[in-house]
């Protein structure tokens, strides 16, 4: 597997309109758009910095999974995405090596990426994105 950089972290937020306050107004970070993936139930804008972004997650859904994890752990950092080279051979690897992970497969997410998240058990408890973006 090769592991190119940090892609993006992603923010768990109530709001992105007040998320956004602080990673625009107070910090200057450029606000690059939202856009909502139904299938994740979620919300995301991105913020980019240097070659890696921040993206703001806020849940369309009481049920979502940003919404549990904000009803659980309060808002704040939610997961690292790490860019792969192959996300296909990559998530193989893992799989090998006894991983254990929330996608088997690639789902796409924003921005049309194919991303797929490991379980937190088999991370010392961090939710773990792989991303691949053509």
């Known amino acids: 597997m090769k592991v ?65 994890f904000i009803e659980k752990k309060g808002a704040g950092f939610q997961h690292v995405a790490f860019r792969v080279e192959n996300i296909d051979e990559a998530l193989a690897e893992l799989k090998e090596k006894g991983i254990k992970l929330i996608d088997e497969t690639p789902r796409i997410g924003a921005g049309g990426a194919k991303i797929a998240f490991l379980h937190p058990k088999a991370t010392n408890g961090v939710l773990v994105e792989l991303c691949q973006r053509d």
């Open 4 to 68: 190119l950089k940090i892609d993006h972290l992603g923010i768990a937020v109530n709001s992105i309109d007040e998320g956004k306050n602080f990673w625009s107004d107070v910090l200057g970070l450029k606000f690059e758009g939202s856009e909502t993936v139904a299938e994740q139930k979620v919300t995301t804008a991105f913020f980019p910095v240097g070659e890696s972004e921040v993206e703001l997650l806020e849940s369309t859904a009481p049920d979502g999974p940003v919404a549990k």
